[in-house]
């Protein structure tokens, strides 16, 4: 064979520019089956062999090619061979405007705009080596070699009697890819990939597993025991039909103690005594603390490792020339960039949209602040690459977050009302950008993207409404399936989840297969939504059909409390303590109990409690911590916010917090990078901004305070805090029509600290229009001294009245009102010494007493 053998992949309707292409390489020189192959010959041996000894793959794509059965074989072999040989070469020829299999995307270089004669001239020219603006092979590669330590523990693990290997490590940084090539290049057998969730139990598992090895699905009524029979029966099936058995995502089975779900340990101690013939792969971000210790004797744990800066380099270039093939981007950059990503593969690949879209210092500096791998990087690049994301894009992503198990195209294209080209070019665009990828022919979202949109999913008032929708469509498709089908098992799942979400529980019983599981998970998730109600209601059920269900019976007592059923809530507690569950969460639950109910000693009390036997817990740092600062005790508060953030510096509830006490401790410094970070991680998150807001407020930045106020309402115009702020400014900029306007959005009830608010803002309008008492009163009326805003406009009020009263004379009532701003702007100062309003105020009280 030559050195430039090509192997051309096309429908025998295109075969005449096809012949055109052979002849002007060569007879010799391609593989052409019509002058290749004889008749007899075995046509998929002769086609991998064909494919096996070419140094060049070309597919000429078009509407007809892209049905056929036989090129996808090809396709499959060539990528098969592409990811074993360096020298090969895979081209993609778009001879019609046609949809190409995702997995070619990386590899498109000629298109249908350019004429017949210019793309068979660049063929030849490709394959003659003639044509060197290709992307290197070595680019695509390169990403995929740093993997030999995991494969090889695998190859070993292999041959000495292990059952079990868990591929461990943070989300994103490989796991899966290991199980991938470790089944290529170890076992050498197909992949059974099952990608697990919270929603699964017993009967979730059981009939997936069948369908995935075409066995007898259980009915609906089938006892626990013969569940798992049936689960074990159908992993032993699919390991005769000779694939490895991958569960993707195992620590969604795993609880918040590191136990995994009693259901599966009984299947893996069954499996240990039956025996399994090849290796169970497993690939989880934390590892269960309650495994016997004969599981252990044949189990493997295999770290994941970060990957050396020079592969990612690699990563970062080849997805930089995927996401923009025309974009220049220095080399030595590269190189730096590559270093804040800490050995991350999916924060790289992420930041290379920030880096096409924006430039690569501003990745630098999104990540010069993280000095070890973490998620928070990839959370982060999330954030940043979400802006540009049109509407469009936004709500695929955000009915693939919904669905959460995967959706076509073709849903895709129902539930928005748009043509099925339309969609295809989104979900080409947002492939590009990593946010979503095909597995098993289900379009999937990436689950970081996912956990980042279910956030504002739970405010939006139409959640349940979006649930019901797409419900109502996923059971539509279950006519269109047998029941046996792993299609069918999806879309009842989904349906299922779906419906009571949207309090539509009648409906999801009448489905063929009752997920219990998914009962819980919705339980959960319409607790984060704000709807403990219809929580509760599913707790309830759970607890009547297992009322040893500690894990929701404490859900329960998170219900009752936000439902402000106090008594009940901590009558659950007393049940829970007897059963010596969890006492960290136990005391921190009573712990929000007291807090609630204002009895700040018994709270702190049993914070402390929980904190002595858990010191990494998050809820519990969180609100200890606000507690502390609340009763004043503001350097303990830093303490223990500094100890949070330092765990999850992207949480929305620690970071902002943490930034309070930072400013009130005078370390603006410190405060400012942290907001600019979470606006950037959070871009729709209204309140992050009212915050960056505020913060130059006090800075005295008033344009950056007055934009950031601007976008918060625009974001939310139901956060009246950030209303009241922006009518604030608009005063200090003496837009007072707009302040009124904003004013008056506001509804008549509101809690009581906003009323304060809103009433010192109508003061400041009182002062412009002379009516200084009655702007006092305005204020007076509340406990104003925790509010540096509302001192400042006191201390205004009384330098006003004080100069009134220094131009007739009256130096004593002029000093007494003096001494009052005084007393207002020292209070301030102590609790905000930045606050660059309140010291202006206070140099000029002092500059009249002089």
């Known amino acids: 064979m030559t050195s430039r053998y090509a192997f051309l992949s096309y429908s025998s309707k295109d075969s005449q520019f096809v012949e055109r292409i052979a002849t002007k390489l060569g007879e010799k020189d391609v593989f052409l089956d019509k002058w290749v192959l004889d008749a007899g010959d075995i046509l998929p041996s002769e086609l991998a062999r064909g494919i096996k000894d070419s140094n060049y793959f070309i597919i000429i794509a078009s509407k007809q090619a892209m049905k056929s059965r036989w090129i ?75 993997r030999y330590d995991e494969i090889g523990a695998i190859e070993r693990a292999s041959i000495s009697g292990i059952k079990f ?10 796991k899966s890819t290991v199980a991938l090539h470790a089944c290529d290049r170890v076992f050498r057998k197909p992949i059974a990939h099952i990608y697990l969730t919270r929603g699964y139990d017993e009967l979730r598992l059981a009939v997936e597993m069948a369908a995935l090895s075409k066995t007898d699905l259980p009915k609906k009524d089938t006892s626990h ?25 195992f620590d969604t089975l795993i609880d918040d103690e590191l136990n995994i779900k009693l259901f599966f340990y009984e299947i893996l101690n069954e499996l240990n005594k039956s025996g399994v013939n090849i290796p169970i792969l497993f690939a989880t971000s934390r590892f269960p603390r309650n495994i016997s210790q004969e599981i252990e004797k044949v189990a493997l744990t295999i770290k994941v490792r970060q990957m050396d800066d020079i592969y990612i380099q690699a990563i970062l270039n080849k997805w930089v020339r995927l996401s923009d093939p025309t974009k220049k981007i220095n080399s030595g950059s590269i190189e730096i960039a590559s270093k804040e990503l800490h050995g991350y593969p999916l924060a790289a690949k992420l ?37 540009f994301l049109n509407e469009d894009k936004i709500s695929i992503l955000k009915i693939l977050t919904v669905a959460e198990t995967g959706l076509t195209q073709y ?8 043509d099925i080209e339309f969609i295809r070019r989104n979900i080409d665009e947002l492939s590009s950008y990593q946010f979503v990828f095909f597995e098993r022919n289900w379009l999937q979202i990436l689950p970081l993207m996912r956990d980042y949109l279910w956030r504002s999913l739970f405010s939006d008032k139409k959640f349940k409404k979006v649930c019901e929708k797409i419900a109502y469509h996923t059971h539509n498709q279950l006519s269109r399936f047998s029941p046996n089908s792993e ?118 009390r049993e914070f402390k409690k929980g904190l002595e036997i858990r010191r990494d817990y998050l809820p519990l740092l969180r609100d200890y911590g606000d507690l502390l600062d609340r009763i004043g005790d503001t350097m303990r508060a830093y303490e223990i916010m500094s100890v949070a953030y330092s765990i999850q510096p992207r949480d929305k509830y620690i970071a902002p917090k943490y930034v309070d006490i930072l400013e009130k401790l005078g370390k603006i410094d410190e405060a400012l990078p942290i907001l600019k970070d979470l606006v950037i991680t959070f871009p729709e998150e209204a309140s992050f901004r009212h915050k960056l807001s505020i913060l ?44 009124k306007e904003l004013l008056k959005q506001l509804p008549e009830t509101l809690p009581k600290r906003h009323r304060m608010i809103r009433d010192t803002i109508m003061a400041e309008l009182c002062i412009k229009n002379g009516k200084l008492e009655t702007a006092k009163r305005l204020i007076t009326q509340y406990n104003f001294y925790e509010d540096p805003y509302c001192l400042n406009v006191l201390a205004k009020i009384e330098l006003i009245t004080a100069k009134q009263y220094a131009s007739i004379n009256k130096i004593d009532l002029a000093e007494e009102c003096i001494q009052e701003g005084l007393k207002y702007t020292k209070i301030g100062l102590k609790s905000f010494p930045n606050d660059k309003s309140i010291h202006f105020i206070y140099e000029q009280l002092n500059s009249l007493l002089k």
Request: proline share 2%; charged share 30%; glycine share 2%.
């Open 165 to 174: 290997i868990f591929l461990w490590g943070i989300y994103g940084i490989g």
């Open 72 to 146: 996808k074989y090809e396709i499959n072999l060539a990528i098969v061979q592409w990811i074993r040989n360096q020298n090969f070469k895979i081209i993609v020829v778009k001879i019609e405007d046609c949809e190409v299999p995702l997995e070619l995307k990386p590899f498109i270089y000629i298109d249908v705009n350019i004429p017949p004669d210019i793309a068979i001239d660049k063929i030849v020219k490709i394959v003659l080596n003639q044509e060197k603006d290709i992307i290197p092979r070595e680019d695509w590669n390169i990403s995929i070699i740093d």
């Open 487 to 604: 299609e069918f098992i999806h879309y009842c799942a989904i349906t299922y989840k779906l419906y009571l979400l949207s309090d539509k529980y009648k409906e999801a019983n009448e489905l063929s297969f009752y997920f219990r599981g998914e009962i819980k998970e919705a339980a959960w998730k319409l607790y984060f939504a704000k709807d403990y109600k219809l929580s509760l209601n599913y707790v309830n059920l759970i607890l009547e059909a297992n009322p040893h269900d500690n894990g929701i019976r404490f859900l329960k007592t998170r219900c009752l409390t936000r439902l402000e059923l106090y008594k009940e809530a901590l009558e659950e507690i007393d049940l829970l303590e007897h059963e010596n569950y969890a006492l960290y969460k136990l005391y921190h639950a009573k712990g929000m109990i007291y807090k609630l109910r204002n009895k700040n000693s018994e709270a702190l």
């Open 351 to 387: 930041a290379a949209n920030i880096i096409t879209k924006y430039s690569i210092e501003s990745v630098i500096q999104d990540l010069s602040h993280f000095k070890e791998i973490r998620i928070d990087a990839a959370k982060q690049l999330i954030g940043r690459s979400k802006e």
């Open 411 to 418: 849903d895709l294209s129902k539930l928005l009302h748009k």
């Open 696 to 739: 130059y407020s006090h800075m005295d930045r008033g344009d950056e305070a007055h934009r950031e106020a601007s976008t918060a309402v625009a974001l939310d115009s139901n956060l009246y805090e950030a209303v009241m702020h922006l009518a604030a400014l608009e005063i200090k900029r003496e837009n007072y029509e707009r302040a």
């Open 225 to 249: 025991r013969d569940l798992l029979k049936i689960i074990i029966n159908s992993i032993k099936e699919l390991h005769n039909q000779g694939k490895v058995i991958f569960f993707d995502d």
